[in-house]
């Protein structure tokens, strides 16, 4: 399939991560109007001025993950709930977080519509993460912080991961990925990319 094949020739090369972008219907995840674009490689509006990540930026960092199937995820930043169905592919669990009202119970819908039961969608500020839920094996942000949010950092588990796109809003930003340890924090920087900000607080409307 043209999907997979385009995602391959980008440098995708893991099997499960492959196979999960393959398995999720990505056309259920956009806006109608948006339907004949779903299987291309671009990140297309959603409600609430937001936005559905880049096939290939979304299994970039789902394979950075390295997921296990005993993995808990936290998610930060539902939007369509495309990111939270392909992880939940590959964990065992995922708790993701929304800050709006509206994209989070569409996403809930959409998941429940698949027959993702392994989704948890929370409607809150996910820059302070989901306490009563952590720790967490690994946790992905997929909108952009300006700095590492010590709070989500707190809330990863001892040899934990996390990974997010570090940068100013719609300044140069990168993907950067943390490692937890004994001895501390190891810092990556990865690819370039472009994301929506990460904005404290619930969102007041919608
Ligand atoms: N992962 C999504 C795309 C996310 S776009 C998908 O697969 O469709 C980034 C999302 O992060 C937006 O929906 C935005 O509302 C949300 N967001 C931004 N700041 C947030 C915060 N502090 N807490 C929770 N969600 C946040």
Redesign the pocket.
């Known amino acids: 399939m043209e999907f997979l094949l385009a995602l391959r020739r980008r440098g995708i090369g893991d099997a499960a991560v492959l196979h999960a972008m393959d398995e999720v219907p990505r056309e259920r995840?956009v806006e109608a109007g948006e339907r004949s674009a779903a299987y291309a490689d671009q990140a297309l509006p959603?409600a609430?001025g937001?936005?559905?990540?880049q096939p290939y930026v979304?299994a970039y960092m789902t394979e950075q993950l390295a997921l296990r199937p005993h993995h808990r995820v936290l998610?930060?930043?539902?939007?369509?709930?495309?990111?939270?169905a392909v992880l939940s592919r590959l964990a065992r669990e995922v708790v993701s977080?929304?800050?709006?009202r509206t994209?989070a119970e569409a996403a809930r819908a959409r998941l429940a519509a698949l027959g993702y039961d392994n989704v948890e969608i929370v409607v809150?500020?996910?820059?302070a993460g989901v306490p009563s839920r952590a720790p967490f094996d690994r946790i992905l942000v997929?909108?952009a912080a300006t700095t590492v949010p010590q709070e989500l950092v707190d809330q990863l588990a001892d040899d934990g991961v996390m990974v997010l796109p570090l940068g100013p809003s719609g300044g140069p930003q990168h993907i950067i990925k943390l490692t937890k340890s004994q001895t501390g924090l190891a810092r990556e920087e990865l690819i370039a990319v472009r994301?929506?900000?990460?904005?404290?607080?619930q969102?007041r409307e919608l």
């Open positions: 995840f959603i609430c937001q936005t559905i990540s979304v998610e930060v930043g539902t939007g369509s709930g495309y990111q939270a977080i929304e800050r709006y994209l809150g500020d996910g820059l997929t909108a994301f929506v900000p990460l904005l404290a607080g969102a």
